[in-house]
Nanobody
Framework: QVQLQESGPGLVKPSQTLSLTCTVS??????????WSWIRQPPGKGLEWIGY???????YYSPSLKSRTSISRDTSKNHVTLQLSSLTPEDTAVYYC???????????WGQGTQVTVSS
């Protein structure tokens, strides 16, 4: 059974860069045909897809966040990292990583990690 665990700072200041890690257990992040997304949910709002890294290492980003987002991976540690720069309070959200079996087909979710952007 694949398990995902997000980790990172709970509180960051405006203009800083957020770095979150999704550690995967029970499966490899390079397993063919699976990908890994980052999704967030601001308070009182719906889910927002941030971006994705495929098993091959190719990345895709939401157009609205592309200029501030970078997703990478460390295959030796079996984890996926999200970096989001130039933070504002509007980036306050619960951030999730997911394992994807197709376009918009999120088959496994981490428990999520709360990130608050505040001075």
């Amino acid at each position: 059974q694949v398990q995902l665990q997000e980790s990172g700072p709970g509180l960051v200041k405006p203009s800083q860069t957020l770095s979150l890690t999704c550690t995967v257990s029970g499966g490899s992040i390079t397993t063919t045909y699976y990908g890994w997304s980052w999704i967030r949910q601001p308070p009182g709002k719906g889910l927002e897809w941030i971006g994705y890294i495929a098993y091959s290492g190719s990345t895709y980003y939401s157009p609205s966040l592309k200029s501030r987002t970078s997703i990478s991976r460390d295959t030796s540690k079996n984890h996926v990292t999200l970096q989001l720069s130039s933070l504002t309070p509007e980036d306050t959200a619960v951030y999730y990583c997911t394992r994807d079996a197709g376009t918009w087909y999120f088959i496994d979710w981490g428990q999520g990690t709360q990130v608050t952007v505040s001075s």
